[in-house]
């Protein structure tokens, strides 16, 4: 049997079982309802920075404010609080690169309101896996428009790095 997905006890769980092992991945609901609401607005971001070359406030505004809600309603205050850090962090990371014109605004707002998800230390393993990922992005875009100058979108790298630093967050 593999990668099955079964509600029980309060989780959602994968697993897979074969003759020598069984591995198991518990995410709590808590947890499996940030991480379907982090997903929904990453794959909406890639979508809008694909076609039109933004991330809208709209988007990232909602997002922040989901993140921010679902943090104080699993941890309380401290939730709340280690939300907060989290897209205080973001935001001030990419913010001297939007000052000097390296990352759109849009893609700032994005961390930011990915750290509200992820929190202080998983969104810089979010930003430094997404930059990892850009780089090997960036050489066939940029082989492809022949034009070293043309936009990068950079929200697809920096969404797969979102998603996989979620699973590294200690919560």
């Known amino acids: 049997m593999r990668a099955s997905t079964l509600f029980g006890g309060g989780a959602l769980v994968f697993f897979d079982v074969n003759e020598h092992s069984m591995t198991i991945l518990e995410i709590p609901f808590a947890n499996a309802a940030k991480l379907s609401v982090l997903s929904a607005f990453v794959v909406g971001a890639c979508i809008w920075d694909l076609r039109v070359r933004r991330i809208p406030d709209v988007l990232t505004s909602s997002a922040a404010i989901a993140g921010m809600a679902l943090s104080l309603a699993e941890g309380g205050l401290n939730g709340a609080g280690w939300s907060l850090a989290g897209l205080i962090v973001g935001g001030g990371l990419f913010l001297p690169l939007v000052v000097w014109w390296e990352v759109g605004a849009g893609d700032m707002k994005m961390i930011a309101a990915a750290g509200t998800f992820l929190g202080p230390v998983g969104v810089i393993h979010g930003i430094l896996i997404g930059t990892?990922?850009?780089?090997?992005?960036?050489?066939?875009?940029?082989?492809?428009?022949?034009?070293?100058?043309?936009?990068?979108?950079?929200?697809?790298?920096?969404?797969?790095?979102i998603v996989i630093a979620f699973f590294f967050v200690d919560r």
């Open 132 to 161: 990892i990922l850009g780089g090997f992005w960036a050489l066939p875009w940029m082989i492809a428009k022949k034009d070293r100058k043309a936009y990068l979108p950079y929200a697809p790298p920096l969404a797969v790095g």
